[in-house]
């Protein structure tokens, strides 16, 4: 189902800042970001990880800098992917210089940890000949002591006020290449403190809520959050945080902004939850056509419905369909009944049909996002 342009969502234009040859911010679309859990050191896991979140739809990758080691090594993993390499830094300020002598893209850090100023005098003087940003990472768990006393908690505005600190310390060096990040676990406490540094500031902004949780719960929460900001037109980049496989983060990363109309270019599958009118195992039928539906890289929508009920209103404004009956099913080509299909040929006919007339759609030439003609 194409979105109407007047329920498009319309993005707070905020600064471009490039991360090696990868645009955020301004016109560029809502980055997806994930971060590695192997070792920095061990090179080949890494790497190999780093490959696996490349190849799931991963634009910009962060690696964790504990140590020296993890720092002498970000150069031969840089070397060896495809898409823009981020180093992790905590305090330690030689490791922000090492990091970029070994050609990271970006730097996470907070310049008000580092230490006395000459430290990050040198680390940002060195940033800007090499033309790498800077994401200052705000947590609520990790909030400066004197706020904390001040405040007695966390709060949205604490958390804004130690984002302005650190991003003054750049801007008083001619600093500009900045993106800021304003995460907390507790998500009205996130959303409010990314609200704020959208009304106050127009450097790009990272969105994440820390400390998400496992694989469902984590989704839930992170959709929760970043699903509200989005739709508010705040948000240049995000990273789903997940107690999960990396690639689990990119996966829902993807579904997030497509379901929003921020992405395209994959099948969107709409699929009823079932109910005592469905005439076919909805669940099954849903789960197949999903899983074929990932293997086509065209912007267009297929609706699942149980009965033949529902099954006209929900597939009018899908390009296509299939609708279950009892031994048999319709299948729908813009929102109309093209013909009846056995039950067992449901998925395989629907597929069928699609290729067909995308094939037929290239060999005219027509655009992808013209809806496919019936059949």
């Known amino acids: 189902m194409k979105i109407p342009q007047e329920l498009q969502i319309r993005r ?9 040859g990868v645009g955020i911010g301004g016109e560029n679309p809502v980055r997806i970001q994930s971060m590695c859990n192997t070792p920095t050191e061990d090179v080949k896991a890494t790497v190999e990880q780093i490959k696996g979140l490349a190849d799931a739809g991963c634009e910009l990758v962060r690696v964790a800098v504990p140590d020296e080691a993890a720092a002498r090594s970000l150069g031969a993993i840089k070397r060896a992917i495809s898409i ?16 970029l002598e070994e050609g990271v893209d970006k730097l996470r850090l907070n310049p008000g940890n580092i230490g006395e100023r000459a430290r990050v005098e040198s680390i940002v003087e060195k940033a800007k000949v090499r033309g790498v940003p800077i994401r200052i990472g705000v947590n609520a768990g990790s909030l ?13 505005e604490a958390m804004l006020e130690s984002g302005l600190n650190h991003i003054r310390i750049l801007e008083e060096m001619d600093f500009q290449d900045i993106v800021l990040s304003m995460k907390a676990s507790n998500i009205p406490m996130t959303v409010a403190a990314y609200r704020l540094a959208s009304q106050n500031l127009d450097y790009p902004l990272h969105l994440g809520v820390t400390e998400a949780g496992t694989l469902m719960r984590g989704t839930v929460q992170s959709a929760a959050a970043l699903g509200a900001l989005l739709l508010e037109g705040i948000g240049d980049t995000l990273r789903i945080s997940l107690t999960a496989d990396s690639v689990e983060e990119v996966r829902v990363a993807k579904l997030l902004l497509e379901s929003l109309g921020l992405r ?3 099948a969107k599958v709409i699929s009823c939850p079932s109910c005592g009118r ?6 099954k039928l849903a789960d197949e056509v999903e899983k074929r539906a990932q293997e086509i890289g065209e912007d267009i929508s297929i609706a699942v ?3 033949e009920v529902n099954g006209p209103g929900e597939s009018r404004e899908a390009d ?6 009892r031994q048999a099913g319709a299948l729908y080509v813009n929102g109309v009944p093209v013909r009846k299909v056995e039950e067992d040929r449901l998925v395989d006919e629907l597929f069928d049909e699609i290729k067909r007339q995308l094939a037929q759609r290239r060999l ?8 496919p003609a019936p059949h």
């Open 12 to 20: 707070k234009r905020t600064r471009s800042v490039d991360v090696g």
């Open 84 to 99: 823009p390499l981020i180093a992790d830094i905590h305090f330690h300020w030689k490791y922000a210089l090492i990091a």
């Open 144 to 156: 400066e002591k004197s706020l904390l006393k001040r405040d007695g908690r966390p709060t949205p």
């Open 264 to 266: 395209k270019g994959r």
């Open 278 to 283: 469905a005439d076919v195992d909805v669940f």
């Open 305 to 307: 419905l149980g009965c």
């Open 320 to 325: 296509f369909g299939i609708a279950g009956g």
């Open 364 to 371: 005219s030439g027509e655009s992808s996002s013209k809806n």
